[in-house]
């Protein structure tokens, strides 16, 4: 099991985005069993992206009752797991802590081949909890100045507890004052490993209620090669579109599923979505 934190001391530059739709990648094409973790306890919109509204027992309870972590962890059609903050007002500032994500880690991990957790922004105590019980971070950043050098505290947060960090660019254009990757790249002293271009198709898919993966062919496509990455899928130099040449992959779990693998074109009818599996999973 592996922990992956996408991380970023900025706002709104696609941290949910990414993870959300990352876990759906891994799951879909790969047969990874993933948890989605919302660690963004006062403005969550993990549940949201993902189309899932009445969600009753979110990670706010868990923190504020001791109850067992499973109950607040909910199947999302598409197979993944998500464990929830609360869409609702919070008015007890509790805070996440490390030892609440070993909780976490500790209670479900065994279930899992990767838990992905959806930071909040910033770099605060929450955030350097997350980030300590993480096997490696993705730094989402935009290609802009202030972004990418505010950006380098979470590297050097990440370094100064022995946790590898990966850079992803999001929200790329044509303007020419953007930075360029290698330019992101040298700054930050951290590899590059997946850059999205803005997509229209991406912003349109909040408004339509569907993660991106779902939407946007461009996306989709970006977000399963860098899932191929993470689960060491290798990629052949083909002709066919390595999106095509996905649907033939088998699912690489050892575990048997709760649901078959379906490839995400054949499973989504968009007609139906979003319907949610209502039944917890535990
Ligand atoms: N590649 C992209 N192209 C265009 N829009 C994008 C792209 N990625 C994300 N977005 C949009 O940017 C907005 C913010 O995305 P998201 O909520 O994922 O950011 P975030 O970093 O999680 O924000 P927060 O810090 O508030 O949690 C959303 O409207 C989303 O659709
Ligand atoms: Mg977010």
Redesign the pocket.
């Known amino acids: 099991m592996e922990v992956i934190g996408?991380v970023?001391p900025?706002?709104?530059?696609?941290?949910?985005?990414?993870?959300?739709n990352l876990a759906i990648a891994l799951k879909n094409y790969f047969g990874q069993d993933v948890l989605v973790v919302d660690a963004?306890l006062h403005?969550a919109?993990l549940a949201l992206?993902l189309g899932m509204y009445d969600l009753p027992i979110s990670f706010n309870d868990i923190l504020k009752t001791k109850i067992n972590v499973s109950k607040a962890i909910y199947t999302h059609e598409s197979g993944i797991h998500i464990l929830p903050a609360t869409l609702g007002i919070e008015e007890d500032e509790h805070l996440i802590s490390a030892s609440l994500f070993r909780k976490v880690i500790s209670e479900v991990g065994v279930d899992y081949d990767y838990i992905i957790i959806?930071?909040?922004?910033?770099l605060s105590s929450e955030v350097k909890a997350a980030i300590s019980v993480c096997d490696k971070i993705f730094v989402?950043v935009t290609p802009d100045i202030p972004t990418v050098y505010t950006s380098k505290k979470a590297i050097h947060l990440a370094d100064s507890l022995n946790v590898i960090s990966e850079v992803i660019v999001?929200?790329?254009t044509k303007n020419l004052h953007e930075l360029k990757l290698h330019q992101i790249s040298d700054i930050l002293r951290s590899e590059v490993v997946a850059s999205?271009?803005?997509?229209?198709?991406?912003?349109?898919?909040?408004a339509k209620r569907v993660p991106?993966i779902y939407h946007s062919v461009y996306?989709r496509e970006k977000i399963a090669f860098l899932a191929a990455n993470i689960a060491g899928i290798p990629i052949k130099k083909s002709k066919i579109p390595f999106i095509n040449q996905l649907r033939k992959i088998k699912p690489q779990s050892k575990k048997s599923h709760q649901y078959a693998h379906t490839s995400i074109t054949r499973q989504f009818k968009k007609d139906s979505y979003p319907s949610l599996r209502k039944d917890k999973l535990y």
């Not at 900025?10 to 959300?20: L, R």
Request: charged share 20%; aromatic share 10%; net charge positive.
């Open positions: 996408i970023s900025k706002g709104g530059v696609g941290k949910t985005t990414i993870a959300s963004n403005t919109n992206y959806d930071a909040v922004a910033g989402v999001n929200k790329k999205f271009n803005f997509d229209i198709k991406t912003v349109e898919s909040v991106a996306f």
